[in-house]
């Protein structure tokens, strides 16, 4: 068991960091370990940041540790075990997809090569801020001393969308379900399946497939769209979730991680891919790689890996 742990928030000034550092310092992603905090933000956050501080002190937390703010990513970034990629360039009006993938791939570089000067070799990432499985893949091309598999994207918030809508209309408790799989982009075209799931162990159909998977692929939007913002506590509990599973480990089911691909399920090497992953503990994990596909299943995994060959392409275009 840790004692204490050194972790890394990005963009800890936004709306995402504001939901999960709560999560964090009370004890909910890694239980009762001690937590030393760096937030890292844009220089124009500074003072924000200090306002974050601030609320940190005055919730009295008893795992709290040190506390750094900054925004050099080779000063916050050393002796990290963890590090959350919440920080990115947003999507401003009249903004193309191209240059936004071109502005976080930039971004993305600079940490990864302060990753590589500076950051420990088991340092463990996730990457939330979007095109998530692009910006995860882009920062491990720069921090290469880094073991591979210490990279994820999070597609754990669509993981659990995707749970929540399948007991809505079975009428079943979430508990009852195991084995709904995110494959792909954290995009429009990732593939929510249940054809490897189980409901209190049987498999199961749903009334329109279609619309559960559409439903998943835009639940982002549908969100925004009625709140006039995007997901955050949603997106923070997911972002707990995932790093609890991972640390932890889960023996009763497979879960949904964006990692890179080593060619699993014939998806191009190297891309960064959510599959079916089973966490061991101790933050190891495998690439469940043998599960029977249906056609159906192989051409939308197909859609979705040429959604991130193509992004993969204008990113490295920077
Ligand atoms: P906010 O815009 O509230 O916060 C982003 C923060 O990042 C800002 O404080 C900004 O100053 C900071 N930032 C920008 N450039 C930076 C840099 N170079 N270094 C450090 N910090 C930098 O966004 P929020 O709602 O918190 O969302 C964070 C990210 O999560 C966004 O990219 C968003 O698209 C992404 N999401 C990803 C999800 C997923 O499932 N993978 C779901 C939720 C969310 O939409």
């Known amino acids: 068991v840790q004692q204490s742990l050194t972790v890394c928030v990005t963009g800890a000034a936004g709306q995402i960091a504001y939901s999960f550092i709560p999560l964090l310092l009370s004890g909910q992603v890694f239980g009762q370990v001690k937590i030393n905090l760096r937030l890292l ?150 593939y929510p399946s249940i054809e490897h799931a189980t409901v209190e162990g049987q498999s199961f159909v749903l009334p329109d497939q279609g619309q559960f998977i559409e439903r998943i692929q835009k639940r982002g939007a549908e969100v925004l769209n009625a709140r006039g913002n995007s997901s955050v506590f949603s997106a923070a509990n997911a972002v707990k979730d995932h790093i609890k599973d991972w640390y932890n480990g889960r023996e009763d089911t497979l879960l949904s991680l964006g990692v890179l691909s080593n060619g699993e399920y014939g998806v191009q090497s190297g891309l960064c891919f959510s599959y079916p992953i089973r966490c061991l503990g101790a933050f190891k994990y495998e690439i469940v790689g043998n599960l029977q596909l249906s056609d159906f299943s192989k051409q939308k995994l197909k859609v979705t890996e040429e959604e991130l060959i193509q992004e993969q392409g204008l990113a490295e275009s920077i």
């Open 41 to 190: 933000d844009i220089p124009k956050m500074e003072t924000a940041l200090k306002g974050v501080v601030m609320e940190i002190e005055d919730c009295a937390y008893p795992l709290i540790g040190d506390i750094q703010t900054g925004s050099n990513p080779k000063e916050l970034f050393k002796n990290c075990d963890l590090i959350v990629f919440l920080g990115g360039f947003p999507r401003l009006p009249g903004m193309e997809r191209k240059d936004l993938l071109q502005k976080n791939a930039n971004i993305f570089k600079e940490q990864g090569e302060a990753l590589q000067e500076v950051g420990k070799e088991d340092v463990k990432c996730v990457v939330v801020a979007n095109p998530a499985n692009t910006n995860c893949l882009i920062l491990s091309r720069y921090a290469t001393k880094i073991p591979r598999q210490n990279f994820t994207c999070l597609t754990r918030l669509d993981q659990n969308r995707a749970y929540a809508q399948v007991a809505l209309t079975l009428n079943k408790p979430l508990n009852s379900l195991k084995n709904i799989i995110i494959w792909g982009n954290h995009s429009t075209t990732q």
